[in-house]
């Protein structure tokens, strides 16, 4: 084969390699970008539940959810809020949280079906639905092993 030709051919697959970069690039940013608002678009939803409507979605799902309702003004409902996000972080990725704040008006039918009577209240319910009433303030290893009970983790 002449010199020249395989010149030329040498030289188009060297300029081929750069386009195919650049487009293989725009296509990992395109499904990027996809997959991002997908994510986005579906969390979204999540975050337009009421409680009552996440409690429902969750048990038909069959989590196992922890429901704390509790208000914001109640001493004991603060000391537990503390709780709950000093052990709750390390139970997120297994164990569901609908935090339902008694005083909101969304809330009132969800506080009926409970027959949630005292705050703070805190309603564990396994993937079976299942649950476990405890009314009060709970230490940290008592919301930890309830926690721990739910999320299957053996101790």
């Given amino acids: 084969m002449p010199q020249k030709i395989l010149n030329k051919t040498k030289a188009n697959k060297t300029n081929l390699l750069p386009r195919f970069l650049i487009l293989a690039g725009f296509v990992v940013v395109a499904v990027s970008i996809i997959l991002i608002k997908t994510q986005s678009d579906n969390e979204a939803v999540a975050v337009n539940e009421s409680p009552e409507q996440q409690l429902d979605r969750l048990l038909e799902e069959g989590r196992p959810i922890i429901v704390f309702f509790h208000s914001t003004d109640c001493v004991s409902c ?3 809020m503390e709780t709950v996000d000093q ?3 390390t139970y997120q990725n297994k164990v569901a949280l609908v935090d ?3 005083y909101a008006q969304e809330n009132q039918n969800l506080l009926k079906r409970a027959a949630i009577r005292s705050i703070p ?3 564990f319910i396994d993937s079976t639905g299942n649950g476990i009433v405890a009314v009060g303030v709970m ?3 008592q919301l930890d092993e309830q ?3 739910l999320a299957g983790v053996i101790r």
Wanted: no cysteine; net charge negative.
């Fill in 78 to 80: 603060t000391m537990m």
């Fill in 87 to 89: 052990i709750y972080p």
């Fill in 100 to 102: 339902v704040h008694v």
């Fill in 121 to 123: 209240t805190q309603v």
């Fill in 139 to 141: 230490t940290t290893d």
């Fill in 147 to 149: 926690l721990a009970l």
